[in-house]
């Protein structure tokens, strides 16, 4: 196999092995996955490219709730 075919055989693999959208996990699992995505070298996309992650900002998640908020503060909004 060419070097360039085992990479590929190497992100099929890693892309049908992945965990699947409404799969359950416990806390325990969550954690464990988000800390080792944490540690890849590319935590946007999977292997193929697909954008595995969605940056809001906190003025994205202001206006989708309507809300205007100050970090810090529970209270008193
Ligand atoms: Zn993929």
Redo the contacts with the bound molecule.
Sequence with gaps: MSLGGLQAAQ?AT??RS?IRNGTSLNLEQMQTLLDQWQQTRHPRT?????PIYLSLEESDLARFFRRHWVVGKSHGI
């Design positions: 992100v890693a892309c992945a999977c292997p193929h490219g697909r």
